[in-house]
């Protein structure tokens, strides 16, 4: 497959997911194998401590069309995701989670944004269109609404759902945007916005029906703190000077 032809470059992080790798992979390699389209499917794993390197490896074996990233220690979700976005090679960019809360088939909707002129296309579970057919449990849907509240407060009053893990990018833009990231926690998507923000990237926000997987990695406490912080840090990096457009 010349590298210069794919379309969809799909990033899936992984972290110790030995126990639902191989119903993710089933998902995502079932949907793209039928498409016409050229793609690649990304796996990072992210210093996983369980089998779940090997079981990547060997679902990628003979299959040119799957890439494997993987290093020793763990660096955190956002981490994975950039060093896949940065090895893609598709026009567009998809990152999303193994878990598939949304389904990889929702990508179709998003290219018409791009064909619209959009450059980068998030996935939302809070705008005119949305389904959540499983919700998550109380607690964590309060304390998600409360960051996204905190990220149109301190980031971006336009965006409606900022952690929804299915955002898609132009390959140019997302080029620009992860060589610059410096959070990896929860705080991660934030700071993806605000960068489009600056950069007066066009930015469309594509509804979602979306199911919540037990099977969570984040730590209420701790990473709600994080993220907190992570936006206090965003907003001090812009006072600094981090993302003005002649830095990219």
Request: aromatic letters at 14%; a positive charge; one cysteine or more.
């Amino acid at each position: 497959m010349p590298k210069t032809s794919i379309k969809l470059s799909v990033v899936v992080p992984c972290y110790n997911e030995e126990k639902r790798f191989q119903k993710g992979f089933d998902h995502y390699f079932s949907y793209l194998s039928k498409q016409k389209y050229p793609w690649e499917l990304i796996f990072v794993n992210d210093g996983s401590k369980d089998n779940t390197l090997k079981l990547i490896r060997a679902c990628a074996k003979d299959k040119s069309s799957i890439q494997v990233i993987s290093y020793n220690k763990n660096h955190g979700k956002g981490y994975a995701i950039v060093q896949g976005i940065i090895n893609a090679k598709g026009k567009y960019i998809l990152f999303t989670d193994l878990d598939h809360s949304v389904p990889i088939n929702t990508i179709e909707g998003f290219f018409k944004h791009f064909e619209r002129g959009y450059q980068v296309a998030i996935g939302s579970r809070r705008i005119e269109g949305a389904k959540i057919l499983i919700h998550q449990h109380f607690l964590r849907e309060i304390l998600g609404r409360g960051f996204t509240l905190l990220v149109r407060l301190l980031i971006d009053w336009k965006i409606k759902d900022a952690t929804c893990g299915f955002k898609t990018f132009e390959k140019n833009v997302a080029q620009k945007i992860f060589n610059k990231i410096t959070i990896y926690d929860w705080a991660f998507d934030a700071e993806i916005l605000f960068i489009c923000k600056k950069l007066n990237i066009r930015v469309a926000q594509a509804p979602v029906t979306w199911s919540d997987v037990r099977g969570t990695k984040v730590s209420l406490g701790k990473d709600v703190a994080r993220s907190f912080f992570g936006l206090i840090k965003i907003r001090w990096n812009d006072l600094k000077g981090k993302y003005k457009r002649d830095n990219f």
